[in-house]
């Protein structure tokens, strides 16, 4: 899936999309949530991005917490930024994300609107 230059998509890029996110391999959807987060589009993820991330999929979700957003991305980045440079490139995302369980569930439940839906 390619974003495109725009910045806006069309209604067959919202449908290809949405069919990854629903349909795709794991490693598809984490690719995807990898190019989808990282906003500055410099392919990399730094602590700010992913500390935005985990802010939004949290007031989206909402629930109790036993970590802060901010302790939660520090745990994330200390796992999973594997070479220290303070960004997670692709590699190390979908990895890290592999790995870590608790990282994994918040990526899927950022695009998981189940409950959204449920309330209408």
Request: with cysteine; charged share 30%.
């Amino acid at each position: 899936f390619i974003f495109p230059q725009d910045g806006y998509i069309d209604f067959m890029e919202y449908v290809a999309a949405l069919s990854l996110v629903l349909r795709g391999k794991m490693e598809q959807k984490l690719r995807w949530y990898f190019k989808l987060y990282d906003v500055d589009g410099n392919g990399c993820i730094d602590r700010h991005e992913l500390l935005n991330i985990i802010k939004a999929i949290r007031a989206i979700n909402g629930g109790d917490h036993e970590t802060s957003a901010e302790e939660f991305t520090n745990r994330v980045f200390n796992k999973i930024d594997v070479n220290g440079d303070g960004e997670l490139s692709l590699d190390e995302f979908v990895e890290g994300a592999k790995k870590d369980e608790e990282f994994m569930e918040v990526m899927m439940k950022s695009l998981d609107l189940s409950h959204i839906v449920a309330m209408i």
